[in-house]
């Protein structure tokens, strides 16, 4: 049985659902994300939210065959809350009009509030100023409004812009509470789940012993093997198993010889030493390294890594006798995916980079007891679970590791040298303070030499690229503005202190156009 209080959200395939997520289980409130077209009678019963959200979503209701919700959720006596589609929905289902053309408005607007509206219920502390402003996309409107609703607040193109039937708990919004650019969005989706009964107790502690007795029910006397990257994700989900079923969990750490400066160590010792949790520290550089020799194409190169990490795991876990299940780190927006509205259900759920394709081939069964959480709420689950902050707080690593950060031709002498700058630069933003500040910071070796002078003699060296970015999930990235002193003297220390590079450059790109790796 959950524990917790819920609350559904019904997708209609916006690009900002996930922000409403987002925004719920920073206020403690738990919620699951459904596409419209999974949601049907059924479905609400057996989920029983205690409030439900509505999406937006690009399609326009008065178009044959748009999605709908399912007309028994307005009969369930449980809160409503309409966003842009989502309101249009509302209206048209319960005996309103919707109109569409002519009045599309994108971008920010003002509300007003309609006579006699201060502000309450789930508007409660808006109009401070007067006006609220809020971000607005849609190109249908509602003209008419079903019966039991009334204007609270309305803009220039929208005159149902914030409407309410309080006494049933349904609200609608033609505009997104949900992004930043509404400033006080976050207080209209407070007040919905605080007058919906929320009390807020979707909190990690309370995460933690229920995933455990999940994972316990899940797994019963069975083995479980987990790839361990020492990323922060696979790190929360092994010892978050281990805690639940001990030495039933045994991890298979790969190293493929792509790790940067004393990677492998540090994991290994972390897992052994600290937690006690069987590892298989699985050496295989040279096989990787071998099969790498002479292949520049990017692709190849991934996919060489994909497939030599598969059967090297392979081998590894049919060494555990009686592995019937799979660990995975999969988070919560790999699940999610959101719902093209032209067609069928279009839910894919995205492998691991590292170990997809896996669960089938061996038949192995998958535990994902990290599903439910967004990046942060893992970080928050890591530290419940006491792992130290330096995993925690580590920036992403993707699973080729330094092979896409050596364009062209990888050698080990290439990789050395990559191994040393990058520790530098390492060293250098945190000394400076600036590493939890940074989504992903690390250098890349150029396939080219250049030409330069040290002491007395020319030097015929590798340049390398120092790449930094900020990001929120890694989908979009700007490039770290460091000041010239940090660039500087990050260059000469490199330069001074790793043989083989004799000229540093700073990667200003942003995502898009360019990716945050190099290949
Ligand atoms: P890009 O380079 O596409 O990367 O902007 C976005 C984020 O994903 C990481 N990344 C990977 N992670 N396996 C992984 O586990 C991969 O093959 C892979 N490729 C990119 C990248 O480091 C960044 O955080």
């Known amino acids: 049985m959950t524990q917790h209080q819920r609350l559904l959200i019904i997708d209609f395939g916006s690009q900002v659902t996930q922000l409403i997520a987002r925004r719920l289980r920073e206020l403690n409130v738990y919620c699951e994300i459904h596409p419209f077209n999974a949601v049907d009678d059924a479905f609400l019963k057996s989920f029983a939210p205690q409030a439900v959200i509505l999406s937006g979503g690009p399609a326009s209701v008065t178009t044959a065959c748009s999605p709908r919700a399912p007309q028994s959720l307005f009969d369930m006596k449980?809160?409503?809350?309409?966003?842009?589609?989502?309101?249009?929905?509302?209206?048209?289902?319960?005996?309103?009009?919707?109109?569409?053309?002519?009045?599309?408005?994108?971008?920010?607007?003002?509300?007003?509030?309609?006579?006699?509206?201060?502000?309450?219920?789930?508007?409660?502390?808006?109009?401070?100023?007067?006006?609220?402003?809020?971000?607005?996309?849609?190109?249908?409107?509602?003209?008419?409004?079903?019966?039991?609703?009334?204007?609270?607040?309305?803009?220039?193109?929208?005159?149902?812009?914030?409407?309410a039937d309080e006494s049933r708990g349904f609200y609608a919004v033609q505009f997104h509470p949900e992004v930043h650019h509404t400033p006080n969005g976050r207080t209209m989706l407070e007040n919905f789940v605080r007058l919906a009964g929320f009390t807020g107790d979707w909190t990690m502690a309370s995460y933690k012993d229920e995933a455990i007795r999940k994972i316990r029910e899940q797994v019963g006397d069975k083995q479980v093997i987990c790839g361990l990257s020492g990323g922060v994700d696979s790190s929360v989900a092994a010892v978050l198993i281990h805690e639940a079923i001990g030495d039933q969990l045994t991890c298979v750490f790969v190293d493929h010889g792509l790790l940067r400066l004393n990677e492998a160590e540090e994991v290994v010792t972390m897992f052994r030493d600290t937690y006690n949790i069987p590892l298989i520290h699985a050496d295989e550089a040279d096989l990787f390294i071998g099969a790498l020799e002479g292949v520049s194409d990017p692709e190849v190169k991934r996919k060489t890594i994909g497939r030599l990490f598969i059967d090297v795991f392979q081998k590894y876990a049919n060494q555990i006798d009686g592995a019937e299940f799979l660990a995975q780190g999969t988070l919560y927006p790999d699940v999610i995916e959101s719902v093209s509205f032209s067609g069928g259900p279009s839910v894919t759920i995205k492998s691991h980079h590292n170990v997809g394709g896996l669960p089938e081939k061996m038949g192995l069964k998958l535990v994902e007891p990290l599903r439910e959480l967004f990046k942060d709420e893992v970080r928050a689950l890591g530290r419940e679970l006491g792992l130290p902050e330096k995993f925690i707080g580590r920036h992403p690593f993707p699973g080729p590791g330094l092979a896409i950060r050596c364009p062209g031709e990888i050698t080990r002498e290439k990789l050395d040298i990559l191994r040393k700058a990058d520790a530098v630069f390492i060293d250098q933003i945190r000394k400076h303070g600036l590493y939890d500040e940074i989504w992903q910071a690390f250098v890349a070796i150029l396939p080219v030499r250049t030409v330069g002078v040290m002491g007395d003699g020319r030097t015929y060296d590798y340049a390398c690229a120092l790449r930094a970015v900020t990001s929120v999930d890694g989908m979009t990235a700007d490039y770290y503005p460091f000041g010239h002193d940090f660039l500087g003297e990050t260059a000469t220390r490199i330069i001074n202190e790793v043989k083989g590079i004799n000229r540093v450059t700073y990667d200003i790109t942003s995502k898009p156009p360019g990716t945050i790796e190099w290949e």
């Open 78 to 163: 449980v809160p409503v809350f309409g966003i842009c589609y989502g309101q249009q929905v509302m209206m048209e289902q319960m005996g309103g009009r919707v109109e569409s053309g002519h009045h599309a408005e994108y971008g920010r607007a003002f509300i007003a509030p309609d006579d006699g509206h201060k502000g309450d219920g789930i508007f409660a502390g808006l109009f401070e100023t007067g006006r609220e402003e809020v971000w607005m996309s849609h190109g249908d409107r509602v003209t008419a409004l079903a019966p039991g609703f009334e204007v609270i607040g309305t803009s220039p193109n929208a005159p149902y812009a914030m409407i």
